[in-house]
């Protein structure tokens, strides 16, 4: 079942990562480098207690994002379901229930599956930017909603939300009627003690700049690369704010270019190391409360390990 290959003297450059980060990419990097990653040892059991643990999963879904948060304790979040059907996936990542549901905008690589999420597990809440869209995937969405009048719908608005012990800062967004969709993308700063993760749809310079105006940037581990890493999905400015030591990108095979080299090397430039979904497939984060985290991935939902000795 997993494809993990432990084990390697050869390290990408880390300018701020820790220890054990270290050695969870020296990992990863090596298995960017096989075409067919080898299981050269038994993956270990997670040895963290899955209680005291933020779970941050990009979830391999192609050109297209959908992130799930698994708080300590069992709260869930999705933000964006993919753009086709995403509920087994879930279901393999152990989904049962969703506290919080937000379609970070309303572009079909990003609400694609909201319908069949919606239809498929029990949800308390479901958060957009309040802006409609014309699309048959969008009407699907809202026809989805009508179906369960028991979901709590949220605009995005500032204010900080709780899942469980994790709080979700909801950032201000750009007026209405006054950005395309992407530069109207929900973004959420999810905090776990001393542990930050930016979450920023497909942001683009307009938005990062309207942020950094406002004063909402801080300083994260963790940085979902906003748009896919396209050309306008950063600013130095941002990224000096936010500093991140993890950026990563949720991308599959594009027309457009995705990454961009020039995103790739501002990341690189900013001192974070760059995980993609196109080369380690599911992506996931565990964050601490004192700020420390670990990096793990794979295609098979089960090879995603937490590389913890
Ligand atoms: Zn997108």
Partial sequence: MAGMCFGTTQEPPVRRGRERLRRVLAVAFLATLLAAPVL???PRAPTVDPDSVLRITFLDVGQADAVLIQAPGGRTALVDAGRDNIVPLLRRF???????????HPHADHIGGMAGVIAAFPVRFYMDNGEPHTTQT?????AALDARPEITYLEASPRTLTLGEVEIDVLPLLPRGTADHNDR???LLVRFGEFRAFLSGDSE???LTHLMNQGAVREVALLKAPHHGSDNGFTREFLNAARPRVVV???????YGHPRPAALRAYEASGATVF???WHGHVSVQGRESGDYDVSFGREVGA???FDD
């Fill in 205 to 207: 310079v307009r938005q």
């Fill in 94 to 104: 152990g989904v049962s229930e969703i506290d919080l549901l937000v379609a970070t």
């Fill in 185 to 187: 993308s929900v973004t």
């Fill in 304 to 306: 995603v390990v937490v």
């Fill in 276 to 278: 993609r979904t196109d």
């Fill in 249 to 255: 990108i949720s991308v599959g095979r594009n027309s």
């Fill in 138 to 142: 969008y009407r699907r969405l809202l």
């Fill in 40 to 42: 050269a040892e038994a």
